[in-house]
């Protein structure tokens, strides 16, 4: 009987091996879910448009920019929190999470927004904000009365006469304590972000009730999906053991993927995503390849796709190396070739400018370069992030006052460091080049009087070369990086390939150029990417002679590896 199966076995094993070889034209299946082939564009409301004349950006204003949005040829947009909130850190501190946030309009406005979103085929994902609410929460206003109150187990509690908790790392508190005492009823609460973000009790099953009946309640307003904001940290040991010295700090490392993490993920997906035609993906994806994993391979039922911080935190002042890049992107390709989905971005609210951090955003090469990091995100495996403002450039403002700085993180920062005796010069220099306000300057719509964003002063300078960098600018012009961008969009939409295809790295010790291929069913597509200011040249090994040239930054091409400063071409090649 054994050897009858071994045979069985050995003979099946022949024909599908047969089969694949002679039946060249079958397709390699892909798992196709619409929120692979999204790109995803990310608006930060604050600083998006103004309609009301008070300096900050709103729903109004961008239901006024629906069209554009449209233009662009994205189909997602993921909006960072418009909650009710006292904003300590801009919304991530939610005070009511059914309401609107009154800088920014009323649940009619939403209503109106998500309506005008839908009826041009895009579809919106929210920020849900649930590692910590605000202190200003009914919630946690009603825990820090008393010790008995029904709400009290929504956060994190330490009863004073048990003696100090052991230390935890706060990221955003001036002195980095994650425990604030609160005399109200004589105990402290826990914080990993700002003492006006307290962090909830995930352990409690009440409280994850409450955040799936949230969650169900914009599911049935109709949004399309939910990224869960720094939901990596949201599981915890809540005897909160001592830790070896050196564990304070290391946040991602200890913090993240707490003990029932993905409990509680499964526990969402069963009772939110699976009952919805909706995309999910939680900020930062753990520690390691395994974690990742473990967050989005569909068999466990937990998330969509994955976003994970490596690459992101690559650019430094100083520069970063090209192959180091290579090769970050080319692993998380390859641990999620065949199973898993990941995001692919390189900038977002919490990182200063894309062409600032890796491209050159000097009057020559702003635009070429912005082009070229445009066609990277637009051509890799995953579903591209693309953040407001990058598709028209738009670069680091060049702080060099905290007077600038709005960002409550980076201000306390400075407190400390004035009050410890820290290095204030050292860290304006990182403020310049790394810090998020960065990113979050209004969106220069045209040259007039603040960039066309207000009419008013708004709440963070916008950035002055607004005259020069702006949308309607760049609408005139063909060549701009706003319609490279339209272009790249578009190509990515007209090929699957882009989208599902294999991925393959070349040239991999090349220090100046990124090449790669992407194939899915006989259809090949070359990329070559120049991330220097200086000719360089791809060694691809590669026949260019009778590609065709898809697009490139720079409308024209030599068919060879040449390649000017910054230029990006994307080339499909013979069979
Ligand atoms: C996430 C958000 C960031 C916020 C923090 C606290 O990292 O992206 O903007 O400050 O969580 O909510």
């Not at 053991?241 to 991602?252: A, L, N, T, V």
Request: hydrophobic letters at 35%; a negative charge.
């Amino acid at each position: 009987m054994k050897l009858r199966s071994a045979l069985l076995l050995t003979a099946l094993v022949m024909t599908s091996l047969l089969s694949c070889k002679s039946n060249k034209s079958s397709e390699t299946k892909v798992d196709k879910k619409w929120w692979k082939e999204a790109i995803v564009y990310q608006i930060y409301p604050r600083s998006f448009k103004d309609s009301d004349g008070d300096g900050i950006g709103d729903l109004k204003g961008i239901i006024s920019k629906l069209d554009y949005i449209k233009s662009l040829g994205v189909n997602v947009v993921w909006l960072n929190p418009i909650y009710s909130s006292p904003n300590d850190d801009n919304g991530y501190d939610v005070s009511d999470y059914r309401n609107i946030m009154k800088d920014f309009g009323t649940m009619q406005d939403f209503d109106a927004l998500l309506k005008g979103m839908h009826d041009r085929g895009i579809k919106l994902v929210m920020d849900v904000v649930v590692n910590h609410s605000s202190d200003e929460h009914e919630w946690f206003k009603s825990a820090r009365a008393s010790r008995t109150s029904p709400y009290r187990d929504y956060y994190h509690w330490w009863n004073a006469e048990r003696g100090h908790p052991n230390y935890r790392y706060s990221l955003f508190d001036i002195n980095h304590d994650a425990w604030k005492y609160d005399s109200v009823t004589n105990a402290y609460y826990l914080h990993y972000f700002s003492g006006k973000q307290p962090d909830l009790n995930w352990e409690n099953p009440k409280l994850r009730k409450e955040v799936y009946d949230i969650m169900k309640f914009w599911a049935q307003k109709g949004v399309d999906g939910f990224r869960l904001d720094a939901f990596q940290f949201a599981a915890k040991d809540t005897t909160f053991p001592k830790w070896p010295e050196g564990w304070e700090k290391d946040f991602i490392k200890y913090y993240a993927m707490g003990p029932h993490l993905h409990d509680y993920l499964k526990e969402m997906n069963k009772e939110v995503f699976s009952k919805y035609d909706v995309m999910s993906v939680a900020e930062g994806a753990g520690n390691s390849f395994q974690d990742a994993h473990d967050l989005v391979d569909a068999d466990r039922k937990e998330l969509g796709m994955a976003y994970a911080f490596e690459a992101v935190d690559i650019a430094k002042p100083e520069g970063y190396s090209l192959v180091h890049f290579k090769e970050v992107f080319t692993k998380w390709d390859s641990a999620f070739a065949d199973k898993g989905w990941l995001s692919i971005f390189l900038a977002n609210h919490d990182q200063a400018r894309l062409v600032s951090r890796y491209g050159d955003d000097s009057p020559l090469y702003r635009e070429v370069s912005s082009k070229m990091l445009s066609t990277f995100l637009m051509t890799m495996r995953g579903t591209p992030y693309y953040y407001n403002g990058d598709e028209l450039g738009m670069s680091n403002f060049g702080f060099d006052s905290i007077g600038q700085i709005n960002d409550m993180p980076t201000r306390n920062e400075y407190q400390h460091l004035k009050e410890t005796g820290g290095d204030l010069n050292a860290f304006m220099d990182r403020v310049k080049f790394g810090c998020r306000d960065n990113g979050r300057t209004p969106f220069q719509w045209d040259s007039t009087l603040f960039a066309g964003f207000s009419s008013n002063t708004p709440w963070l300078a916008a950035n002055r070369n607004y005259t020069t960098v702006n949308a309607a600018q760049q609408e005139k012009d063909p060549n701009s990086v706003l319609n490279y961008f339209r272009k790249i969009v578009q190509l990515r939409k007209d090929n699957p390939v882009l989208v599902y295809g294999k991925y393959a790295l070349l040239d991999k010790d090349n220090k100046g150029v990124y090449s790669f291929t992407r194939e899915l069913n006989g259809k090949k597509l070359l990329i070559m990417l120049n991330f220097g200011k200086i000719n360089d040249v791809a060694h691809t090994g590669l026949d260019l002679k009778d590609a065709t040239l898809l697009i490139s930054n720079y409308g024209d091409a030599s068919h060879s590896g040449d390649l000017r400063p910054f230029e990006a071409v994307v080339y499909e090649l013979k069979e």
